[in-house]
T-cell receptor, first 115, second 113 residues
Framework: GAGVSQTPSNKVTEKGKYVELRCDPI?????LYWYRQSLGQGPEFLIY??????ADDSGLPNDRFFAVRPEGSVSTLKIQRTERGDSAVYLC???WGGGATDTQYFGPGTRLTVL | GDSVTQMEGPVTLSEEAFLTINCTYT??????LFWYVQYPGEGLQLLLK?????DKGSNKGFEATYRKETTSFHLEKGSVQVSDSAVYFC????????????FGKGTLLTVNP
């Protein structure tokens, strides 16, 4: 079946612009996660959704970052007033539930470059 | 807080060589431990996992044993193949927030024919 998909695969923007990154989870998965992977680093947690609500947004670096999941499926990560330091690969993952035994399945990521 | 330390790369081996990638962790409680792999141009994939002390995870010839006494989860494979060339990430999920994965920095493995 279809895995987690993310669009766009690459996004180049200018400093100060607004961007939206989209994630389509595996059908039926109630849990959705966003991670950010900077060059040479492992992924870092940003936010976790259970259904439509953000159960934990403690990893969002500041208030320029926001994510939604209005119907409990597709999620959009929104970044306002982008900065060069926001350049990274943004990964989305989904799992059946949010429990400790649930495997997280990752999408291919969106590479964001802020010029 | 939770953290994962894995051996620095890159690691370059010849085909059929023995592989070890070290991973140690710091976590509250009793975490679950994972190895993820990222092949070139692909997303992260779960390679194996272990959820309690002394458990051994295994998949595709790779193994790792959850060692609570040394807080380690080293990845091993007896005979690597060119197709194993990838970036390997050690990760944990702790009981306090058991939905959140904490990753190491990753180790790039290149296997030459």
């Amino acid at each position: 079946g279809a895995g987690v998909s993310q669009t766009p695969s690459n996004k180049v923007t200018e400093k100060g612009k607004y961007v939206e990154l989209r994630c389509d989870p595996i059908s039926g998965h109630t849990a959705l996660y966003w991670y950010r992977q900077s060059l040479g680093q492992g992924p870092e947690f940003l936010i976790y959704f259970q259904g439509t609500g953000a159960a934990d947004d403690s990893g969002l670096p500041n208030d320029r970052f926001f994510a939604v999941r209005p119907e409990g499926s597709v999620s959009t990560l929104k970044i306002q007033r982008t900065e060069r330091g926001d350049s990274a690969v943004y990964l989305c993952a989904s799992s059946w539930g949010g429990g400790a035994t649930d495997t997280q399945y990752f999408g291919p990521g969106t590479r964001l470059t802020v010029l | 807080g939770d953290s994962v330390t894995q051996m620095e790369g890159p690691v370059t081996l010849s085909e059929e060589a023995f592989l070890t990638i070290n991973c140690t962790y710091t976590a509250t409680g009793y975490p679950s431990l994972f190895w993820y792999v990222q092949y070139p141009g692909e997303g992260l994939q779960l390679l194996l996992k272990a959820t309690k002390a002394d458990d051994k995870g295994s998949n595709k010839g790779f193994e790792a044993t959850y060692r609570k006494e040394t807080t380690s989860f080293h990845l091993e494979k007896g005979s690597v193949q060119v197709s194993d060339s990838a970036v390997y990430f050690c990760a944990l999920r702790s009981g306090g927030s058991n939905y959140k994965l904490t990753f190491g920095k990753g180790t790039l493995l290149t296997v030459n024919p």
